[in-house]
Antibody
Framework: EVQLLESGGGLVQSGGSLRLSCAAS????????MSWVRQAPGKGLEWVSAIIGSVYTTYYADSVKGRFTISRDNSMDTLYLQMNSLRVEDTAVYYC?????????????WGQGTLLTVSS | QAVVTQEPSLTVSPGGTVTLTCGSS?????????PYWFQQRPGQAPRTLIYDISNKNSWTPARFSGSLLGGKAALTLSGAQPEDEAEYYC?????????FGGGTRLTVL
């Protein structure tokens, strides 16, 4: 069974930094593209970033490009999202997701999410 | 950046049929957008119902189906059940960058 467990959320001030982690289990982590999706309180889903392929190609939404960095450690079966220059509008539940294949940037299996609150 | 559009809300009667659509500001939705559909119930994480236009996950009820219809991606629910009341999101891919639609709130009433 696929399990994705996000951690690292919390309260941070505007301009600050935080790193989210996602511990994966139940599948061969290195064989799948992974992504982050967020949801602001009471709002819809927003695709944030993905990392795919054997050379770790990365993709970012315009709203986070240059501020967020996605990475993975296949030896630890862990996905990361380094978030810098945080803004109030980054406040959201952040979901980690597994794709359907090595080149998948879309989410297929989802974690339960971790809440990030950015205060002004 | 493209904008993905969905109906804000729809209502279906129990046992009825409803079609949700997903359009792109850049033109017709095609297989190259790899359309996905997700269901999210209140307080829960989303779950993936449909991928690549019409493929179902093992947990996807048979009453859900996906297609391309009139230049849009479509999700059809045939034989609506009370537990289908939820928010539904589509996702389109633009050269690897994903963009979600704003979501459709489906009421079964």
């Amino acid at each position: 069974e696929v399990q994705l467990l996000e951690s690292g959320g919390g309260l941070v001030q505007s301009g600050g930094s935080l790193r989210l982690s996602c511990a994966a289990s139940g599948f061969t982590f290195s064989s799948y593209g992974m992504s982050w999706v967020r949801q602001a309180p009471g709002k819809g889903l927003e695709w944030v970033s993905a990392i795919i392929g054997s050379v770790y190609t990365t993709y970012y939404a315009d709203s986070v490009k240059g501020r967020f960095t996605i990475s993975r450690d296949n030896s630890m079966d862990t996905l990361y999202l380094q978030m810098n220059s945080l803004r109030v509008e980054d406040t959201a539940v952040y979901y980690c997701a597994k794709g359907r294949g090595i080149s998948a940037t879309a989410p297929d299996s989802w974690g339960q999410g971790t809440l990030l609150t950015v205060s002004s | 950046q493209a904008v993905v559009t969905q109906e804000p809300s729809l209502t279906v009667s129990p046992g009825g049929t409803v079609t949700l659509t997903c359009g792109s500001s850049t033109g017709a939705v095609t297989s190259g957008h790899y359309p996905y559909w997700f269901q999210q119930r209140p307080g829960q994480a989303p779950r993936t119902l449909i991928y690549d236009i019409s493929n179902k996950n093992s947990w996807t009820p048979a009453r859900f189906s996906g297609s391309l219809l009139g230049g849009k991606a479509a999700l059809t629910l045939s034989g609506a059940q009370p537990e289908d009341e939820a928010e539904y999101y589509c996702l389109l891919s633009y050269s690897g960058i994903g963009i979600f639609g704003g979501g459709t709130r489906l009421t079964v009433l």
